[in-house]
T-cell receptor, first 114, second 116 residues
Framework: EDKVVQSPLSLVVHEGDTVTLNCSYE??????LLWYKQEKKAPTFLFML??SGIEKKSGRLSSILDKKELFSILNITATQTGDSAVYLC??????????????WGLGTSLAVNP | GAGVSQTPSNKVTEKGKYVELRCDPI?????LYWYRQSLGQGPEFLIY????????DSGLPNDRFFAVRPEGSVSTLKIQRTERGDSAVYLC??????????????FGPGTRLTVL
């Protein structure tokens, strides 16, 4: 069965700390790995990773994929209270034709205290 | 431009009733996805439309769930004989295409369904 596992499930830090969120996966037909930030109801896209070892960066957030060890990490440096959210990892599967499907992890709930 | 919209934002119903949840994707997006998210869980894939056709409905939990997209734009998720376990936030997402090149999925605000 395809699965995506995130850790930790929850994390509480102080402003200015650096955090690392983990996502490991076991899937049959990997296409890409995606990170989303969910503050209210709708997840918002952060990164898509398809190749090992290439860091994606956006401001204080960065992410990297290891396709050999089947995991990805999301780093947030100099955290701010606005970073408080659930961070979701999803793996996109490659199926026959154009069919697409995302398998989601449970998310890491990050709370950044002032 | 307008994003993905979903109506209603909240729906409370009684066990055994029929409900319809509506999704208006971003104009021009051919791919549309439905997900279900229970409290403390990640979104769970339900069904994916490419145009008018359901390209992948393997996530629908049982035959009480059905979705349509008759004109390739608005989609309706239909749940018959609702059960308390159907209570969740139902998320809709759309992307420009569902083809071989990845296109970001844009999510709507969701419909919170509560089955009493």
């Amino acid at each position: 069965e395809d699965k995506v596992v995130q850790s930790p499930l929850s994390l509480v830090v102080h402003e200015g700390d650096t955090v690392t969120l983990n996502c490991s996966y076991e899937v049959t037909n990997f296409r890409s790995l995606l990170w989303y930030k969910q503050e209210k109801k709708a997840p918002t896209f952060l990164f898509m990773l398809t190749s090992s070892g290439i860091e994606k960066k956006s401001g204080r957030l960065s992410s990297i994929l290891d396709k050999k060890e089947l995991f990805s990490i999301l780093n947030i440096t100099a955290t701010q209270t606005g970073d408080s959210a659930v961070y979701l990892c999803a793996v996109e599967l490659s199926h026959a034709g154009n069919n697409r499907k995302l398998i989601w992890g449970l998310g890491t709930s990050l709370a950044v205290n002032p | 431009g307008a994003g993905v919209s979903q109506t209603p934002s909240n729906k409370v119903t009684e066990k055994g009733k029929y409900v319809e949840l509506r999704c208006d994707p971003i104009s021009g997006h051919t791919a549309l996805y439905w997900y279900r998210q229970s409290l403390g869980q990640g979104p769970e894939f339900l069904i994916y439309f490419q145009g008018t056709g359901a390209a992948d409905d393997s996530g629908l939990p049982n035959d009480r769930f059905f979705a349509v997209r008759p004109e390739g734009s608005v989609s309706t998720l239909k749940i018959q004989r609702t059960e308390r376990g159907d209570s969740a936030v139902y998320l809709c997402a759309s992307s420009l295409t569902g083809g071989l090149t990845y296109n970001e999925q844009f999510f709507g605000p969701g419909t919170r369904l509560t089955v009493l």
